[in-house]
């Protein structure tokens, strides 16, 4: 009952820049946390970054001063600006969300393509 939709992944130079966005629609009483996933092929998913509903962020250590993860309550919307891409930054990058108030369910988005060439 809550659909997150991620956008703004794309093909860019390493070291170039790409925002991404995820809003999510539906039941969006009591948004706890809401973050962002990699995956890249081959590989499991890993955590990039997580933001809680009060501004609290965690970074993985590999994007940590590069990453920035942000959220605007008000639109459901959270984003992850990336800049200084490297090519290792290749993934499909997927938006998660922690939703209610008492007992939480996470949800995911569908995905979207991030390519940092050389």
């Known amino acids: 009952q809550v659909q997150l939709v991620e956008s703004g992944g794309g093909l860019v130079q390493a070291g170039g820049s790409l925002r991404l966005s995820c809003a999510a629609s539906?039941?969006?009483?009591?948004?706890?946390?809401m973050g962002w996933y990699r995956q890249a092929p081959g590989k499991e998913r890993q955590l990039v970054a997580t933001i809680t509903s009060g501004g609290s962020t965690n970074y993985a250590d590999s994007v940590k001063g590069r990453f920035t993860i942000s959220r605007d309550n008000a639109k459901n919307t959270v984003y992850l600006q990336m800049n200084s891409l490297k090519p290792e930054d290749t993934a499909v990058y997927y938006c998660n969300a922690a939703v209610g108030c008492w007992v939480p369910l996470n949800y995911w988005g569908q995905g979207t393509q991030v390519t940092a060439s050389s």
């Open positions: 539906g039941v969006t009483i009591c948004i706890s946390a």
